[in-house]
Structure formats: C-alpha cells, structure tokens
C-alpha cells in the first residue's frame, strides 16, 4: 500500500466517527489523488477554481469536491453547476452571487459562513457583526438557492496551542449563537469546519465537525 492510502487509513481509524474529514488535495497530481480514492475516500477540498475544475475532468464523478479557498464572484458560474460544499463564504456579496447562480442551475448549494478567527489580518472572513448585518437583511430572507450549513474557521499559524484552542473556541461559539437565534429549527444548520494537519486535534476537542487534512494525508506541499 502507498505511503499517501495509508496516512488516510491510519488517520480515519483515530477520528471520532462524527467528524467528516475532507482530503485536501491541492497541488497534488491526479494519480495522488486516485491512491486516496481507492481506499473508499470520496470527499476533496481545493482552494482554487481552476484546480478543481482540471482534475474533475480526470478523475471518478462520484468524487465530492469541496471549495476550501477564497472565491472571485467572477468564478462562482464555473463551480455551482457540481460543487458540494463551499466552505469559504466570506461576504453578503458572495453569498448574494452563489445564490443566483445556484437557481439557474436549478440547484442549491451547501455554503459555510467563514469567520475571521485568526489574529492575522491575511486570512478571509467575516466578523460576527457583518453576518448578525446579514442575517438581519431583508434581502437575505429571500435567498432561495443556498443552504446554510454551518461555520468555517482558519486558526493563527502559531506554536501556541492555548491561541489556537482559543480562537476554534470563539469559532464554536459563534456557530452556537448563529444556530440559536436564526437556525434552531433548521436541521441543516449543523457544520463547523475547523482543524487542519497542524491543529486538527485540538479543533476536535472544541468542536469540530468537519476538519480539511492536506499534508499529513499527502505529504507535504512543495
Ligand atoms: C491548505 C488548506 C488546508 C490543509 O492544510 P494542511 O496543513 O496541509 O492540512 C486546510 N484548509 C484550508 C483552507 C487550506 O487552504
């Protein structure tokens, strides 16, 4: 067996079973891609469009690609027709775009709100007042094409684990009081996505329903 088919397995057998694990493949070729796909693997997250879109065209349909990076509001149109989850909705003005999109394909689509959490400006994201602003919108109670699913959250790259458990905490938090005072009644509404290679397991224990694994899946990154 691969090097790359056995991390996922030995990796699987520690999670606990509610945490949905998506594989990010990002600048991993395609035939990396099919060595995690035969141990029964189905979900991948990329970042980038176009790095989705290449590879689907050469890989199984029955693959769930999952969007993991910032999305241009010019590249909406090429994902909606068969993305299964966008997790990095960052704006009112993207959430806006996907949704119109999504009804001319006649389809909706799973979208994550992404917090900024980080203490780094760089990273992507709303705050919790801009989605209480949001939610709050007359106009967002007419979106009729997406479907809100949950949270998703980047952690500073930090050695200081009491940081990171702090700002997945914060990130847990807002996913509770988004679920109480507009989702309580909405069984889809179920999602935090947090945790990556290097933090995954403290994501975990502070909730975490999904976590996105690169290297330590497919090695590291070059
Ligand atoms: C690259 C990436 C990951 C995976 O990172 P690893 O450290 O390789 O596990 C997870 N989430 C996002 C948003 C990413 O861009």
């Keep these: 067996m691969s090097d790359t088919a056995s991390n996922i397995i030995l990796l699987k057998q ?4 509610s945490v949905k694990l998506v594989a990010v493949s990002k600048t991993k070729s395609v035939s990396d891609i099919l ?6 693997h189905r979900i991948f997250g990329e970042n980038r ?3 989705i879109l290449s590879k689907k065209e050469l890989l199984p349909l029955d693959i769930e690609w999952h969007l993991i ?4 509001s010019n590249k909406v149109k090429y994902i909606v027709p068969f993305i299964s989850m966008i997790h990095s909705v960052d704006s009112f003005k993207l959430l806006r775009i996907i949704d119109a999109e999504a009804l001319k394909n006649g389809r909706k689509v799973d979208c994550l709100l992404q917090f900024h959490i980080a203490k780094e400006e760089t ?3 709303f705050s919790p007042e801009e989605v209480t602003v949001m939610m709050e919108s007359e106009e967002f109670r007419h979106f009729e094409s997406v479907r809100l699913c949950g949270v998703m959250g980047m952690a500073t790259f930090t050695d200081n684990e009491e940081q990171v458990r702090d700002e997945f905490r914060f990130l847990t938090e807002c ?7 507009y989702f309580s009644g909405d069984p889809d509404f179920t999602e935090i996505s947090m945790g990556m ?3 995954y397991k403290i994501a975990v224990e502070e909730g975490s329903t999904i976590i996105r694994i690169g290297s330590l899946i ?3 990154r070059l």
């Excluded at 990076?69 to 241009?72: R, V």
């Excluded at 996913?175 to 005072?181: A, Q, R, V, Y």
């Design 14 to 17: 520690h999670l606990p079973s």
């Design 35 to 40: 060595e995690v796909y035969n141990t029964g």
């Design 49 to 51: 469009v176009q790095e």
């Design 69 to 72: 990076g910032h999305l241009q």
């Design 123 to 125: 990273k992507f994201g």
């Design 175 to 181: 996913f509770k009081n988004l679920k109480t005072t």
């Design 197 to 199: 290679s290097g933090d």
């Design 218 to 220: 497919f090695g590291e």
